[in-house]
């Protein structure tokens, strides 16, 4: 592998060619010829209302923000000694950074109501920032970090924007699908964070907004947000970028999707796997899989070329540090050229497990092209990318919706084998493999079209003792949905 001083550098030019773009009907380009205030800016959106399916949220990392004066003047003292052990039992905790939610509330749990009044005012920054960090926003999720910011307005503490953008994210972004009810909610917390708490918000709080906004379908609303953002003078960053492509693709807009990107590239933001997994996805949604596998052929030929990087294998944390790191990067040294063309030279532009989790979705889902998936999980191996669970879930979707039938690729043998192969995974305790809601949901709905109903209840009965629901609520949503599919329960 080259060293760093001797890969050629990847130009401007070449990451704009990562996409073809194509003149309209009336012979404008997209965008080609954008420089200095317009390269800055960001492409026009229209503000047609139409519904889009809704995507994960990959993009959206709150940012520090200065911290505001706390209200109250002193710190309660421990009544007890044993008050003051599980104060320094939560400090232990929250010095882990990579320690979980629940650890941390659970902890916090012992002390006297509200918990954040005896404790520092740094203890308690790092408490928010601690249980912020989840790898999926879920009910739970939010509940937890919500009764923090209850216990806050109890001791007429002051949260900071950071704090208040948490909070927003959650409520809005707390289930799969975002409706309207979590739009409203999250509108709500918005207000309440600039009208009762006088805290003003930054580009971060818009990009929050505008992400709930777009995955809802509400794409004027989505509008009037980055309008509001444009009103106020704040600076458009890689996430919102990234945020525009999103929003073209769930809106179907191809043409759009490029015009977004190019802008990206123009301002002078800096171009990883996550971006172009973003633009994949989006001409996925966009109705253009040709122009995404283009784009994957074309990534995959430039890291080849260019880099000669290893595959970095990152967890979920890595990924989202890596966001901030390059964001913060990109308005750094946007004044120095050369120093910004070390740092992109030095980022991997290989596909990783989001790129292929992307096809393989695809294809189970729309195409049914199993021989496709076949390739995809081959070259997966080659790259030394460790198969993750979420490739099970697909791989048990696309069963469930292409198998049963006639002349289908999707056989009951082919379904035994990947069955198998997962119980092996399973059985080596692969660090990314573990039995959650939709490997349950969709190994039992694949089985009972491909097998019969029979052979689903034995899959049932060798997964239910190797699944741990998260809680009461996501266990009666497994059992509901078990029941209306098979009439399985608890005891049957």
């Not at 809704?54 to 505001?68: A, G, M, N, Q, W």
Request: glycine share 6%; hydrophobic share 40%; net charge negative.
């Amino acid at each position: 592998m080259p060293s760093p001083e001797m890969r050629p550098s990847i130009t401007a030019d070449e990451y704009k060619n990562l996409l073809d773009y194509y003149l309209d009907p009336f012979g404008e380009n997209l965008g080609l010829e954008t420089s200095g205030a317009q390269a800055s800016a960001l492409p026009p959106l229209d503000t047609h209302d139409y519904h889009k399916p809704i995507v994960r949220d990959e993009f959206i990392t709150p940012e520090e923000s200065s911290t505001p004066e706390r209200s109250s003047p002193s710190v309660l003292e421990p009544d007890d000694s044993h008050e003051k052990l599980n104060i320094e039992r939560l400090i232990r905790l929250l010095e882990i950074e990579d320690v979980s939610q629940g650890a941390i509330l659970e902890a916090y749990s012992a002390l006297p109501f509200p918990g954040v009044s005896r404790l520092p005012e740094s203890v308690v920054r790092l408490l928010f920032r601690r249980i912020s960090v989840v790898e999926r926003k879920t009910n739970e999720t939010m509940m937890g970090y919500l009764s923090v910011v209850d216990d806050m307005k109890a001791a007429d503490l002051s949260l900071t924007e950071a704090e208040w953008n948490s909070a927003i994210a959650f409520t809005g972004r707390c289930f799969a699908k975002v409706t309207s009810t979590e739009v409203e909610l999250a509108l709500l917390r918005w207000k309440e964070m600039e009208d009762e708490a006088n805290v003003k918000s930054g580009n971060v709080t818009f990009n929050i907004l505008f992400d709930i906004a777009t995955k809802s379908g509400k794409f004027v609303l989505a509008e009037m947000v980055l309008k509001e953002m444009q009103t106020r003078g704040l600076s458009i960053n890689r996430f919102m970028r990234s945020g525009l492509i999103y929003y073209h693709g769930l809106r179907g807009d191809g043409d759009g999707v490029r015009k977004a990107y190019l802008s990206l590239v123009e301002a002078g933001e800096l171009v990883d796997t996550v971006i172009l997994n973003c633009v994949i996805a989006s001409l996925i949604r966009a109705g253009e899989p040709s122009a995404a596998h283009q784009v994957y052929e074309r990534m995959k030929a430039l890291f080849s070329s260019k880099t000669g990087s290893p595959v970095p294998h990152q967890n979920w944390r890595a990924v989202r540090d890596l966001g901030r790191v390059l964001d913060r990067a990109a308005r750094q040294h946007r004044k120095y050229p050369e120093r910004r063309q070390r740092l992109q030279d030095e980022l991997c532009l290989a596909p990783n497990l989001q790129t292929y989790a992307i096809f393989v979705d695809h294809h189970a889902t729309d195409t049914g092209e199993l021989r496709r998936i076949t390739a995809l999980l081959e070259e997966m191996q080659m790259l030394g990318i460790p198969m993750h669970g979420r490739i099970f879930v697909k791989l048990f979707k696309g069963f469930a919706t292409h198998g049963g039938v006639r002349y289908t690729s999707w056989t009951r043998q082919r379904l035994e084998s990947v069955w198998a192969s997962l119980l092996i995974t399973l059985d080596e305790e692969a660090p990314h493999v573990m039995v959650k809601k939709w490997m349950v949901v969709w190994a039992i709905r694949a089985f009972s079209k491909c097998c019969g109903r029979q052979r689903a209840l034995e899959i049932w009965t060798e997964l239910g003792t190797r699944w741990k629901a998260e809680g009461p609520e996501e266990e009666r949503a497994v059992f509901g949905i078990l029941r209306d599919d098979l009439r399985v329960g608890p005891g049957m």
